[in-house]
């Protein structure tokens, strides 16, 4: 069975950080990129953030420009696990915050999500306020 457990969320001030894992467990991790998804109130899902596959796929990152310099994303392949490093939090950020895995690449074309994802997690809520 596959699945996708977030954790890490939580209330922060404007200007704080969090640190947001997703454990996998089900497939085979190091084949498919990976990717965080927001949703903010009131807003389609949007992919913010993507990891290439560790094999084919190179590691290579990509992010929302509403994210750049602020949000880096990385994976221990070891242990099946992604993270999403968020500092310098805005109001804005808040929204739940969705794990995904599909594909090998990270390209997002046609839409506000990173083709391919097929496994989701139930996401995890982050509130950005003072």
């Known amino acids: 069975e596959v699945q996708l457990v977030e954790s890490g969320g939580g209330l922060v001030q404007p200007g704080g950080s969090l640190r947001l894992s997703c454990a996998a467990s089900g497939f085979t991790f190091s084949s498919y990129a990976m990717s965080w998804v927001r949703q903010a109130p009131g807003k389609e899902r949007e992919g913010i953030s993507c990891?290439?596959?560790?094999?084919?796929?190179?590691?290579?990152?990509d992010s929302a420009d509403s994210v750049k310099n602020r949000f880096t994303i990385s994976r221990d392949n070891n242990k099946n696990t992604v993270y999403l490093q968020m500092n310098s939090l805005k109001p804005e950020d808040t929204g739940v915050y969705y794990c995904a895995a599909g594909g090998i690449m990270c390209i997002k074309k046609g839409g506000p999500i990173y083709n391919g994802m097929e496994y989701w997690g139930k996401g995890t809520l982050v509130t950005v306020s003072s």
């Open positions: 990891i290439a596959s560790g094999s084919s796929g190179g590691g290579r990152t």
